[in-house]
């Protein structure tokens, strides 16, 4: 099988920071069949090994279904012509949080061939966006930049408030939060964090191609006081990342952690839910064969229930 190599990694550099023509907030969402493609990533837990080799948290399938759309688990090791193939037929695609290395691992490398896809797709006017999650976010600024530029920002099983910038309430991804809400993020903890790294503000600003690329839209600090960026979104791309975990606001329960779950939370992954598909609704791709889609959606998959070992309730392993 074709592999992706470390060229694509080099390659990216000069797509990053090309203007799209597309209009990120032009048309109403026209797409009613919504499909979110989820990217496998490698198993890394000696107590997971024995269900299979790489695997999706549920709570993310059911996040993304939440918001009136289905899942197509993307799995690693394809071909690029597989790969291809599949871009057309997704609206949009989540990088989900975990612990793989971000440059070498076949997450990072498949990762980086579909951030391509859709830094192309964009430029030609073809809607497509992208998601990433506390290691996805983290993904995400490798992608852009073109190096890992992670350093510890620990804030380790921590729910906290936002520390939201000026852009934030002009941005779109948080555009439709009512003001109660609004105001309710950035002084109540409903953003749960379970991170050992990220992206320090002053990194973040001094580096030319992230501060072009990405507005950032709200910071919070580490436990060792260091500030990192928690949540940004793309200026000309419709491309988002959050540091901190919005869907285990309502699909992760283990009372070892600190998985917010006061109304007011709940509404926020609620909301966000919503903005990512209704972002995925403005794609026209699509299946061209109705089988083809039915076995390559996460129906055909049983999730497996691992809340005894792990903070997760199920997931599923491919």
């Known amino acids: 099988m074709e592999r992706l190599g470390l060229l694509l990694f080099v390659s990216a550099l000069s797509v990053s920071l090309a203007r799209p023509a597309v209009e990120l907030r032009s048309g109403a969402p026209v797409n009613e069949r919504p499909i979110i493609g989820i990217l496998t990533q490698e198993v890394s837990d000696d107590d997971m090994r024995p269900f299979g080799k790489t695997y999706i948290p549920a709570s993310y399938v059911k996040y993304i279904e939440s918001a009136g759309s289905r899942v197509v688990p993307i799995r ?7 790969y291809e193939k599949i871009f057309t037929e ?35 006017e073809d809607f497509f966006p992208l998601w990433g999650t506390c290691m996805g976010f983290q993904l995400l600024t490798v992608l852009v930049a073109g190096e ?51 992206v320090t503000e002053k990194v973040f600003t001094e580096n030319d191609r992230l501060r072009e690329f990405f507005s950032v839209l709200s910071t919070n600090i580490a436990e060792d006081g260091s500030v990192f960026v928690s949540t940004m979104e793309g ?32 509404r926020v992954s609620v909301l966000l839910a919503d903005f990512f598909v209704n972002e995925g609704r403005k794609s026209s791709h699509h299946f061209t064969d109705v089988e083809d889609e039915n076995e390559a959606l996460i129906y055909n998959y049983n999730p497996v229930y691992i809340g005894n070992f792990t903070g997760y309730e199920q997931a599923y392993f491919f």
């Open 76 to 82: 690693l090791n394809q071909t690029q012509a597989e």
């Open 90 to 124: 997704i609206n949009g695609l989540l990088f989900i949080g975990g612990a793989v290395d971000l440059v070498k691992s076949d997450y990072a490398q498949t990762a980086m061939f579909f951030y391509q896809l859709a830094v192309k797709a964009n430029d030609a």
């Open 148 to 198: 890992d530029l992670l350093s510890r920002t620990t804030a380790e099983n921590i729910a906290m408030p936002l520390n939201l910038t000026t852009e934030a309430r002009s941005s779109r991804m948080f555009e439709d939060f009512p003001p109660d809400l609004f105001s309710s993020l950035s002084q109540k903890p409903l953003t749960g964090n379970f991170h050992h790294y990220g």
């Open 235 to 266: 200026k000309q791309y419709p491309f988002y990342g959050v540091q901190w975990h919005p869907e285990v606001n309502r699909f992760q329960w283990n009372p070892k952690y600190h998985f917010p779950h006061a109304v007011d939370a709940v």
